[in-house]
């Protein structure tokens, strides 16, 4: 059901009413037109792998800007919106909606949307864009190869043949559900994924004890579910320590401004302010210190949630930080460690008794090796350490976007799927724009450079703020590009940077910088 709209009151509700305009302004002035039904776009056409909530993103902005699109999607139309079309009907945005704007044209209800609010929002902008009539569903990606002109074709000749590829299968495929658990086959309860849980146990959690099974981000949806069906007690079982931050966007936007992407020497003082602002009586679940051997703030993709701590205060919940031995008949055996004890290290054995386990586990992860050319996986070159983290070196007019990203402080459903999409659009209209191979390299090899002193790979983790850096570097870069940057910033204005590619002509003809292949680069 499609969430009722209304308009807030400017006095009694100021602050609601700015959000509601904001999003009217964004809406009118950056999202770009619709083409008429039926309508024949004239620029180069896009193949888009993936119909979540990137793949659709980027078709819209392909389409709106004149582009040509295709969406392959190996599911049905049931799977438009990716993995928020398949989690619980309990689960919602842990991050403000301010900072999971899509595209511009989104028009949140409220600051934390729910699973419904979210897929309603794609499917919207799905079909304002024509793109139920562009989406091929049922059809899984094998491979991609190029024709003699270097056009790609999608699994065979038949799919027609495309200019540029954008890869959003995303991070989150399949539920990831070990088969051999020890102990699996005795339990007397219910053993579960915590995507399942609103399919497979619904109202039965209320009054029952439950045992979830990870300490990441299905998790705390996990527990948020039992709490919400009133569960007696829950237990999370974490394995490895994760940091926790809270649902707050202006501590949030805080985080992401750390402009190295990276721990530095005063990482400590965001970490101490959590410990003593937000964990307080709780510091014992808190990552030790990095200095002890903890793992810091800036490494990996922290938890964004703060009714986490209020059931942990409770008592209706429980953090035991473990080694899951294996499931009882009654519950599950685990080694009890103390903070900052490595797992498999010293503890004490105990006994969780739980009605029912779930498992957080996550998802398994697509791949892109599976259908992209073997041409992409070239070491030390391989993914994520690609241009922009989504370019392969080998393939200016391929982008993998989102598909890329391991762990950061900040979001993947934001305005970088628009300005990724634009980068693509301009290497495939203006060739002094496309990077050539070499410095496609160097970029990456001088962003090892500058994150050498990092405890994780140079792309394994980042910011928000340095991604906008990394966007601005690439237009400021090349001056060919600068013509292009309202475009690329703010899907601004693509008809003049146009006409002045033409009028390039005669310059690329003196240069012999005349390649008409779109996967060739020949700029800087």
């Not at 439950?210 to 527990?223: Q, R, T």
């Not at 964990?279 to 810091?296: T, W």
Request: hydrophobic share 40%.
């Amino acid at each position: 059901m499609a969430a009722e709209s209304r308009i807030y009151n400017p006095i009694f509700h100021p602050l609601l009413f700015m959000f509601q305009l904001f999003q009217w302004l964004a809406d009118k002035i950056l999202s770009p037109n619709p083409p008429p039904p039926n309508a024949q776009l004239s620029r180069p056409k896009i193949a888009v792998i993936g119909a979540g909530i990137t793949g659709v993103t980027s078709a819209a902005h392909c389409v709106g800007h004149g582009f040509d699109v295709v969406i392959f999607e190996a599911g049905g139309e049931e799977n438009v919106g990716g993995i928020w079309s398949k989690v619980n009907n309990t689960s919602k945005l842990q991050i403000h909606s301010l900072m999971y704007r899509f595209h511009p044209s989104v028009k949140w209800q409220r600051g934390y949307p729910t699973r419904e609010q979210i897929v309603e929002q794609v499917r919207t902008l799905w079909k304002r864009y024509g793109l139920d009539t562009r989406t091929k569903f049922h059809t899984k990606v094998d491979k991609i190869y190029q024709d003699d002109r270097g056009r790609w074709i999608i699994n065979n000749t038949a799919n027609g043949r495309f200019d540029g590829i954008i890869a959003a299968i995303g991070t989150c495929g399949d539920p990831k559900i070990p088969s051999n658990f020890p102990g699996m086959d005795q339990f007397r309860g219910k053993v579960v994924h915590s995507s399942q849980l609103t399919s497979e146990i619904g109202h039965s959690a209320k009054g029952k004890t439950i045992a979830i099974i990870g300490g990441g981000a299905s998790a705390v949806e996990a527990l948020e579910f039992a709490a919400a069906e009133d569960a007696s007690k829950i237990y999370i079982l974490s394995r490895s320590d994760k940091w926790i931050i809270p649902r707050n966007p202006i501590i949030n936007g805080l985080l992401a401004l750390n402009i190295f992407g990276q721990e530095t020497l005063l990482s400590w003082i965001p970490e101490l302010l959590l410990r003593k602002f937000f964990y307080r009586d709780l510091q014992d679940i808190a990552p030790p210190p990095s200095c002890n051997g903890g793992k810091g703030l800036f490494t990996d993709t922290p938890m964004v949630n703060s009714s986490v701590m209020d059931l942990l205060r409770s008592g209706r919940a429980s953090w035991v930080r473990c080694d899951i031995e294996q499931l009882t008949s009654s519950g599950v055996r685990i080694n009890q460690r103390a903070q900052g004890v490595a797992p498999g290290g010293p503890g004490h054995e105990e006994l969780i008794k739980a009605d029912i386990t779930v498992m957080a586990t996550g998802f398994q992860r697509p791949s892109l090796d599976t259908f992209l050319p073997e041409s992409c996986f070239q070491d030390p070159y391989s993914p994520p350490n690609w241009y922009l983290q989504t370019f392969p070196p080998n393939h200016p007019s391929i982008s993998a976007i989102n598909s890329n990203f391991v762990n950061a402080i900040g979001t993947v459903g934001n305005w970088h799927i628009g300005i990724y999409t634009r980068i693509l659009l301009m290497f495939l209209i203006d060739p002094l724009t496309r990077p050539r191979p070499f410095w496609m390299r160097r970029w990456i090899d001088m962003t090892r450079l500058l994150k050498y002193t990092s405890p994780v790979g140079p792309f394994e983790f980042f910011t928000y703020l340095e991604l906008v850096w990394w966007f601005v570097f690439c237009v400021a870069f090349n001056p060919f590009r600068w013509k292009w940057a309202l475009f690329v910033f703010f899907g601004l204005g693509i008809g003049l940077p146009e006409r002045v590619v033409e009028a390039e002509g005669g310059l690329r003809r003196e240069l012999r910088l005349t390649e008409d292949n779109p996967d060739v680069g020949i700029g800087f």
